[in-house]
């Protein structure tokens, strides 16, 4: 695959991702003391994917899944920061336990690019 489809692909995924975090959040507002199963069930949709993919992956003939040991670690640690910042996604765009909502027109632009504008 060219490495620009798989830009664009991973951006609009991103795009996605962020789209649906939100509507998530919005169908949350007012009703939900928290939003954790909305992270859970973000985490099990992406496991599903993971497992297809591997399935997809053991069936070609030559592909090893076999990685060190720092890899699994490093992994690890970014599955931990994953998940708490997809829990705080969630609640930012919900306004669970906050005082107002904030706008994803504002929030998504400053997390991704991780600047922020005053």
Not at 62 to 79: C, E, K, N
Request: hydrophobic letters at 55%; charged letters at 5%.
């Amino acid at each position: 695959m060219n490495a620009w489809v798989l830009v664009l692909l991973i951006t609009l995924l991103y795009a996605g991702y962020n789209l649906f975090v939100k509507v998530s959040g919005d169908h949350a507002t007012g009703v939900a003391t928290t939003t954790v199963l909305a992270t859970i069930s973000l985490q099990v949709a992406a496991l599903i994917v993971s497992l297809i993919f591997a399935a997809y992956l053991l069936s070609r003939v030559g592909q090893s899944f076999a990685l060190p040991t720092a890899s699994f670690r490093w992994a690890i640690l970014s599955g931990i920061c994953i998940g708490i910042a997809e829990i705080a996604y969630f609640y930012l765009f919900s306004g669970t336990g906050m005082r107002q909502l904030n706008p994803a027109s504002t929030a998504i632009p400053i997390i991704v690019s991780g600047t922020i504008l005053i």
